[in-house]
């Protein structure tokens, strides 16, 4: 072999090894970029991106529901099953089984996805609708949403026999879930 053949050998190999290094530095730049922009992932860009599809949420106090996830907006999901639907506060949440890989940031989401807890507490006040009211401290109560303020919802709660209704101000920060209930 040639001084020539082992110089241009020489070569090859130090492209080879500089081919290799860059590839490495690459990949590793890659899995940084993809790190940070997962840490940017929210949970409920995640759920939107589950709209549609059944799921598992673990709810501090209440357990385990299941069903379709209906709807999601800022702060909240609503899960449909059973016969029952159920208002969750996204904050609650403990866990989610069932829910896809990908994610829908919150800049892609309709207006109407943007609509925070309070529009749903709304539409169940003017619906008067019975509900089951789930507390972060495990309590809950069998009530009607009548008002909703800015950070509480004001309950009624379904009288007992003989026992008066009294108005009940939850805070959202106390709030794990409302269930629909049939009258």
């Known amino acids: 072999m040639s001084w020539e053949h082992e110089l241009f050998a020489l070569f090859d190999d130090l492209e080879g090894q500089a081919a290799a290094a860059w590839e490495a530095d690459r990949e590793a730049e890659i899995a940084d970029r993809a790190r940070a922009e997962y840490a940017a992932v929210t949970l409920a860009s995640r759920l939107m991106a589950t709209r549609g599809r059944d799921v598992a949420l673990d709810l501090p106090h209440v357990g385990r529901i299941e069903g379709r996830l209906a709807r999601v907006g800022e702060g909240w999901c609503l899960l449909s099953g059973s016969g ?59 009530a009607y949403v009548e008002r909703v303020g800015a950070d509480f919802l004001e309950c009624r709660t379904v009288a007992d026999a003989g026992d008066p209704r009294e108005v009940v101000l939850v805070p959202y920060d106390g709030l794990v879930a409302v269930q629909s209930r049939d009258d």
């Open 84 to 142: 029952q639907d159920w208002i969750v506060s996204v904050r609650a949440v403990a866990g989610v089984r069932g829910a896809t890989e990908r994610s829908v940031p919150e800049v892609a989401w309709s207006p109407v996805d943007r609509l925070g807890l309070r529009a749903a507490l709304r539409r169940l006040a003017d619906a008067e609708a019975r509900c089951l009211v789930h507390l972060a401290d495990g309590r809950r109560h069998e």
